[in-house]
């Protein structure tokens, strides 16, 4: 936000130099971005001249030799000058030996040519004022000679341009930064008088102008005034005015207009004015639009506006987006003589979100968004009624139109002088701490020594706990003022969150495969969701008040967002076609919608990669591998659970190439497989795609066990195969864990180091409706070589308990 040193002056006297100004600011908490000068900047040394005479340079032709008057204390010095654009007896700026000049050019006596030249006379660029550098800056009005620049050319002016954080709309204006500077520096403010408005007996009546104001959309607007001002004439701002506008950065327009702008920027309220007699029915209602609803701002561009975005409207049509800008239809035009002005509060998040939505930041917005203090309407409204009358003439008329109510506002917060020493950690008297609250317009009811009551004003909305009133405190006494000391902190060693630790295995695993993490929005869009997401009804995962049309969902999962990615980088022809991502998802379970811990990892096979070599690309296996792993560093065994193929009615996933393991009661989602290929060509994405997600509630996240020494057996071991007959459907993992169980109970004096599947056949030979699966099993003792015999005895009764009680048999 820009802020004027000249505009600051109206309100609080400030001798101080601007970087004296701009170190307080920091102080005081605002960031100070830069320091513009406008105008003439302070020049020592520069002073007004008088061309006596003029004679021609000896070698050179384009040069002269002057003798210039610089006035009683200076005198008459001989000046080479360039310039062919004055005359004897004008009076000029004139660079005096050891002035300095915009850009650091330093004058000095020297020779120009041979002659010697004791000064320069300047241009108006060379002293910072506009960009005129083709002749000297002849100065009009006769100032007096010897007269320091800055006493003749007095429109310089310092522009601060700050940073105000969200939580302080109130120094969104001159007068909130007017009110610090003035506490900083222990001087009054000057709040500007409008004591001459005329009562309501003494004003005209303007039914005939207006009729009245009505608010169907009391959530949005709470508070919106409107008053009418008759004849007045629209014409040019005067100088003052023209130059605080100029100054922030705003054209002037018109009088009437510039006055509005002006109030906005002094007190931090928008306003806005009508041309009464384009107000249709003579009377304003704030409403929604209706959807489709069109209008032409003030900038000229026609906008389709929804059924969310409140405006101001008269009987026919809309006349203004609602805190964020005007409309043409009803602006101040140069034979305007009647106004309706309106000063109104609305909904900080609703302005956020229409402004989000039309794409439009304005002034007002960026005020409204952050919060006007609703009790400051009354003043703002009779102070840009003051300046009108003032500038633009015009009666008052007798009627004043509200609708909604001012709310009541009593906060007080109780706080011990004890307790604000103990927090800061050093001595701070009670009558320093008492100062720098009633500096900043905070009323302190000392009551008892123990706890005093302060209350804060309407505009302080940010005041809310004793902390916010220690920073307060702090920030007046002065933060530079604490005196210095050693830190001492008493640290305990604990684990990391097991969530952090977590995510990190996964990161340190996927990253050693090869693949690329990707950060993606935990907001999507509802189109989005719609194409990947068939378990949750969109409305399930909306959002209240989205910021934008694309960020209206809770995220259902990782791999959306991860496409988008994969998609880009295809687009960017970048080669990566692997990529992995950690973050927080949102599934519905047991009826409500709860957050969940999730890590996703897909690949691109066929995509554009290119080599040299053809790499072995992932399949339905080695992504199920991969997402066992990822499970395993969250202290799930994947092998325990039961895995089934993917329903259809999941639109992610390929049908008959996919899987999932649900398992509510344990906490956690997973799915694993080929993404729908549909899908994929739709998002223009080459290749096929496997991918792996695992979600879980964090509670159940288990903390990983460390791992400890094992011995190992130095003796070889001994495999047996064994082909068995199951059903179609029964899934080969699950017969393997079924076998490796009753291996290890028949197993005596060695043990059974693992069961393996390493073939599946359907065809020929085999009943209907049946599958062969053969395993491999591994059999090895610790403290010696197993015979064949031993070996042969446990398989030969495995073997007979699956004829005796298993649900398979053996193929012969």
Same mark, same amino acid.
């Given at each position: 936000?820009?802020?004027?040193?000249?505009w600051?002056r109206?309100?609080?006297?400030?001798?101080?130099t601007?970087?004296?100004i701009s170190?307080?600011?920091t102080?005081?908490?605002?960031?100070?971005?830069?320091?513009?000068t406008?105008?003439?900047?302070?020049?020592?040394?520069?002073?007004?001249?008088?061309v006596l005479?003029?004679?021609q340079h000896?070698?050179?032709?384009?040069?002269?030799?002057?003798?210039?008057?610089?006035?009683p204390?200076?005198?008459?010095?001989?000046?080479?000058?360039?310039a !062919?654009?004055?005359?004897?007896g004008?009076?000029?700026?004139?660079?005096?030996?050891? @002035?300095?000049?915009?850009?650091?050019?330093?004058?000095?006596?020297?020779?120009?040519r041979?002659?010697?030249?004791?000064?320069?006379?300047?241009?108006?660029?060379?002293?910072?004022? +506009?960009?005129?550098?083709?002749g000297?800056?002849?100065? /009009?009005?006769? &100032?007096?000679?010897?007269?320091?620049?800055?006493?003749?050319?007095? #429109?310089?002016?310092?522009v601060?341009n700050?940073?105000v954080? &969200?939580?302080r709309?109130?120094?969104?204006?001159?007068?909130?930064i007017?009110? /610090?500077? @003035?506490?900083?520096?222990?001087?009054?403010?000057?709040?500007p008088?409008?004591n001459?408005?005329?009562?309501e007996?003494?004003?005209?009546?303007?039914?005939?102008?207006?009729?009245?104001?009505?608010?169907?959309?009391e959530?949005?607007?709470?508070l919106?005034?409107?008053s009418?001002?008759?004849g007045?004439k629209?014409?040019?701002?005067?100088?003052?005015?023209k130059?605080?506008?100029?100054?922030?950065?705003?054209?002037p327009?018109?009088?009437v207009?510039?006055? %509005?702008?002006?109030?906005?920027?002094?007190? +931090?309220n928008?306003?806005?004015?009508?041309?009464?007699?384009d107000i249709?029915?003579?009377?304003?209602?704030?409403?929604?639009a209706?959807?489709?609803?069109?209008?032409e701002?003030l900038?000229g561009?026609?906008?389709?506006?929804?059924?969310?975005?409140?405006? $101001?409207?008269?009987?026919?049509?809309? *006349?203004?987006?609602?805190?964020?800008?005007?409309?043409?239809?009803s602006?101040v035009?140069?034979?305007t %003589?009647?106004?309706?002005?309106e000063?109104?509060?609305?909904?900080?998040?609703?302005?956020?979100?229409?402004s989000?939505?039309?794409?439009?930041s304005?002034?007002?917005?960026?005020?409204?968004?952050?919060g006007?203090?609703?009790l400051?309407l009354?003043?703002?409204?009779?102070?840009a009624?003051?300046?009108?009358?003032?500038?633009?003439?015009?009666?008052?008329?007798?009627?004043?139109?509200?609708?909604?109510? #001012? &709310?009541?506002?009593?906060?007080?917060?109780?706080?011990?002088?004890?307790?604000?020493?103990?927090?800061?950690?050093?001595?701070?008297?009670?009558?320093?701490m008492?100062?720098?609250?009633?500096?900043?317009?905070?009323?302190v009811?000392?009551?008892?020594?123990?706890?005093?009551?302060?209350? $804060?004003?309407?505009?302080?909305?940010?005041?809310?706990?004793? $902390?916010?009133?220690l920073?307060?405190?702090?920030?007046?006494?002065? %933060?530079?003022?604490?005196p210095?000391?050693?830190?001492r902190?008493?640290?305990?060693?604990a684990?990391?969150?097991?969530i952090?630790q977590?995510?990190r295995?996964?990161? !340190?695993l996927?990253?050693?495969?090869?693949?690329c993490?990707?950060?993606?929005?935990?907001?999507?869009?509802?189109?989005e969701?719609?194409r990947?997401?068939s378990?949750?009804p969109p409305e399930?995962?909306?959002?209240?008040?989205?910021?934008s /049309?694309?960020? %209206?969902?809770?995220?259902?999962?990782?791999?959306p967002?991860?496409?988008?990615?994969?998609?880009?980088?295809?687009?960017?022809?970048?080669g990566?076609?692997?990529?992995?991502?950690?973050?927080?998802?949102?599934?519905?379970?047991g +009826?409500?919608?709860? #957050?969940?811990?999730s890590?996703?990892?897909?690949?691109?096979?066929?995509?554009?990669?290119?080599?040299?070599k053809?790499?072995?690309y992932?399949d339905?296996y080695?992504?199920k591998?991969?997402?066992?792993?990822?499970?395993?560093a969250?202290?799930?065994?994947?092998?325990?659970?039961? $895995?089934?193929?993917?329903?259809?009615?999941?639109?992610?996933w390929?049908?008959g190439h996919s899987a999932?393991?649900?398992?509510?009661?344990a906490?956690?989602?997973?799915?694993?497989?080929?993404?729908?290929?549909?899908?994929?060509?739709e998002?223009d994405?080459?290749?096929?795609?496997?991918?792996?997600?695992?979600?879980?509630?964090?509670?159940? *996240?288990?903390?990983?066990?460390?791992?400890?020494?094992?011995?190992?057996s130095?003796? &070889?071991?001994?495999?047996?195969?064994?082909?068995?007959?199951?059903?179609?459907? #029964?899934?080969?993992s699950?017969?393997?864990?079924? *076998?490796?169980?009753l291996?290890?109970k028949?197993?005596?004096?060695?043990s059974?180091?693992?069961?393996e599947?390493?073939?599946?056949?359907e065809?020929e030979?085999?009943?209907?409706?049946?599958?062969?699966?053969?395993?491999s099993m591994?059999?090895?003792a610790?403290?010696?070589?197993?015979?064949?015999?031993e070996?042969?005895?446990?398989f030969?009764?495995?073997?007979?308990?699956?004829?005796?009680?298993?649900?398979?048999?053996?193929r012969d």
């Open positions: 936000m820009k802020v004027s040193l000249k600051l109206r309100y609080v006297d400030l001798d101080e601007p970087h004296e170190d307080s600011l102080l005081l908490g605002f960031e100070v971005d830069d320091v513009e406008t105008g003439v900047p302070a020049l020592e040394n520069v002073v007004v001249g008088e005479q003029r004679d000896p070698d050179a032709d384009k040069l002269g030799v002057c003798r210039v008057d610089c006035g204390e200076v005198g008459e010095k001989s000046i080479v000058c360039g !062919s654009n004055y005359k004897v004008d009076r000029v700026p004139v660079a005096l030996p050891g @002035a300095e000049l915009p850009g650091g050019f330093k004058i000095k006596r020297s020779k120009l041979g002659v010697e030249s004791d000064g320069m006379m300047c241009s108006g660029k060379e002293i910072g004022v +506009g960009d005129d550098h083709a000297l800056l002849i100065l /009009e009005g006769s &100032p007096a000679l010897g007269a320091p620049i800055n006493a003749v050319l007095t #429109e310089s002016d310092t601060f700050l940073e954080t &969200p939580n709309p109130d120094c969104l204006c001159h007068l909130g007017a009110r /610090e500077l @003035a506490a900083w520096y222990r001087r009054d403010i000057r709040y008088e409008v001459d408005i005329p009562p007996e003494a004003r005209p009546n303007g039914e005939d102008i207006f009729g009245g104001v009505s608010v169907t959309v959530e949005d607007c709470p919106y005034l409107a009418v001002v008759k007045v629209i014409g040019p701002s005067p100088a003052w005015l130059e605080h506008l100029n100054s922030v950065g705003l054209r327009i018109n009088n207009v510039d006055i %509005t702008n002006f109030v906005m920027h002094e007190c +931090g928008p306003m806005h004015a009508f041309d009464a007699r249709k029915g003579r009377a304003i209602q704030v409403r929604h209706s959807e489709g609803e069109t209008m701002t900038d561009i026609s906008r389709s506006l929804t059924g969310r975005v409140p405006v $101001i409207a008269d009987q026919e049509r809309a *006349l203004a987006v609602a805190g964020v800008m005007g409309g043409r239809s602006e035009k140069d034979d %003589t009647d106004l309706v002005l000063v109104a509060y609305f909904k900080p998040t609703t302005i956020r979100w229409v989000k939505k039309l794409g439009l304005t002034d007002s917005s960026y005020r409204f968004e952050r006007v203090d609703p400051s009354r003043y703002a409204m009779e102070r009624i003051s300046l009108i009358r003032e500038i633009a003439g015009g009666e008052l008329c007798a009627n004043s139109y509200s609708a909604g109510s #001012e &709310p009541i506002w009593q906060t007080e917060i109780e706080i011990s002088p004890d307790w604000v020493r103990a927090k800061a950690g050093f001595e701070i008297s009670d009558e320093e008492k100062e720098a609250w009633e500096l900043l317009d905070l009323s009811d000392v009551g008892n020594d123990d706890v005093w009551t302060i209350s $804060i004003p309407s505009y302080r909305s940010d005041l809310l706990r004793p $902390i916010d009133l920073e307060e405190a702090l920030r007046i006494y002065g %933060t530079h003022r604490i210095g000391g050693q830190v902190a008493t640290a305990t060693a684990k990391d969150n097991p952090t977590f995510n295995k996964c990161s !340190s996927l990253v050693g495969q090869g693949f993490e990707s950060v993606t929005y935990t907001l999507r869009s509802v189109e969701q719609g990947f997401v378990e949750v399930r995962l909306a959002l209240l008040n989205p910021i /049309e694309d960020q %209206t969902q809770l995220r259902h999962g990782l791999l967002g991860m496409l988008e990615v994969l998609r880009l980088n295809q687009s960017r022809k970048t990566t076609d692997r990529f992995f991502e950690t973050g927080r998802i949102f599934r519905e379970l +009826g409500r919608i709860v #957050e969940m811990v890590v996703a990892f897909l690949e691109c096979n066929g995509g554009q990669s290119r080599s040299w053809e790499r072995q992932d339905f080695s992504a591998k991969r997402l066992e792993l990822i499970a395993k969250a202290g799930l065994d994947l092998g325990k659970f039961q $895995i089934r193929e993917a329903e259809e009615d999941i639109v992610a390929e049908s999932a393991y649900v398992e509510p009661k906490g956690f989602f997973a799915q694993v497989g080929m993404m729908n290929l549909q899908r994929i060509k998002m994405i080459q290749g096929e795609v496997y991918a792996g997600a695992l979600c879980y509630l964090p509670e159940r *996240l288990r903390d990983g066990k460390r791992l400890k020494f094992k011995p190992f130095l003796f &070889p071991a001994s495999s047996r195969d064994l082909a068995l007959v199951v059903d179609k459907g #029964e899934q080969a699950v017969v393997a864990r079924d *076998l490796e169980k291996a290890g028949l197993a005596k004096g060695f059974v180091e693992a069961v599947v390493f073939d599946v056949y065809g030979g085999l009943p209907e409706g049946k599958k062969s699966v053969a395993v591994t059999f090895r610790m403290d010696r070589t197993l015979k064949d015999k070996v042969n005895s446990v030969e009764a495995i073997q007979n308990e699956v004829r005796e009680k298993a649900a398979y048999g053996i």
